[in-house]
């Protein structure tokens, strides 16, 4: 299991189901999914940074004024690089081993992730996030309450996945500190410790839920459907709903 196919059961399983079935393929701008690539080869290294943009001539503007420079986004993501680069404190902390994968198992299930940065003493975990803001507030439906970026994209859930993975592969519980960078002008940073309670937490989540994930996948269970997502929408009859269910 990934974080982004655990992330997509949380997010529907009807569509996840699907899309694992190959009867549907969300349609995904890409562009911060390059965003985010773009901003991690640069830290991974000059030559792991080349290779991205080789790999990817569509970031390069073909027309008008702009033609053979940087499409915007990328000159955003620049400027995050910048900001971080720039910066002697982040240097300082995001040293060691960069893009390393983990693996291992959680309750027999097995796991993979993607340490973006782990310090060489082992005793820290970095892991760089893009946000719009860092203090832009998300409603939480299932909490009932306003969150933070990292709460409401699961990144509690994927760090502590990552570091139950870290402490499988190397024997140690490291630290876990996201470096969170805005795409604003100029742009935000911070690095936010993650605090352990919460990964315990989230860790024990995972391992409920990855149960309900299996079955699915097995075929014992069958998939709700969220009745909100592209998929639902484009699948659904209408149906009477009440008033009071229409928002959360
Ligand atoms: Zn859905």
């Not at 996840?16 to 830290?43: C, I, Q």
């Not at 008008?64 to 000159?75: H, I, P, Q, T, Y």
């Not at 009932?144 to 970026?149: E, I, L, S, T, V």
């Amino acid at each position: 299991m990934s974080f982004s196919l655990y992330k997509k059961f949380q997010a529907c399983e009807a569509e996840a189901m699907a899309e694992l079935r190959g009867e549907w393929t969300p349609k995904r701008d890409l562009t911060p999914l390059l965003v985010g690539n773009y901003l991690h080869s640069y830290f991974e290294g000059p030559k792991a940074h080349q290779r991205f943009i080789d790999e990817h001539p569509e970031i390069i503007s073909t027309r008008g004024a702009s033609k053979g420079k940087l499409k915007k986004d990328f000159v955003v993501a620049e400027d995050m690089i910048n900001a971080l680069d720039g910066d002697p404190e982040f240097r300082r902390l995001y040293k060691g081993r960069k893009e390393m994968i983990v693996k291992g198992e959680l309750n027999g299930v097995k796991w993979m992730g993607k340490l973006d940065c782990l310090r060489p003493d082992h005793g820290m975990i970095l892991d760089l996030k893009t946000a719009v803001d860092l203090h832009k507030k998300f409603w939480l439906t299932d909490d009932g309450r306003w969150g933070n970026f990292i709460e409401a994209r699961g990144y509690i859930t994927q760090m502590a996945i990552y570091q139950e993975l870290t402490n499988q592969r190397f024997g140690i519980r490291p630290n876990v500190v996201i470096v969170g960078v805005t795409k604003q002008s100029p742009p935000d940073k911070a690095a936010i410790p993650i605090d352990q309670y919460a990964m315990n937490y989230a860790l024990d989540d995972v391992i409920n839920t990855q149960e309900r994930i299996q079955a699915l996948r097995d075929g014992t269970e069958e998939p709700t459907r969220c009745e909100q997502c592209d998929y639902c929408r484009s699948t659904k009859h209408l149906e009477v709903v009440s008033l009071d269910s229409l928002i959360d």
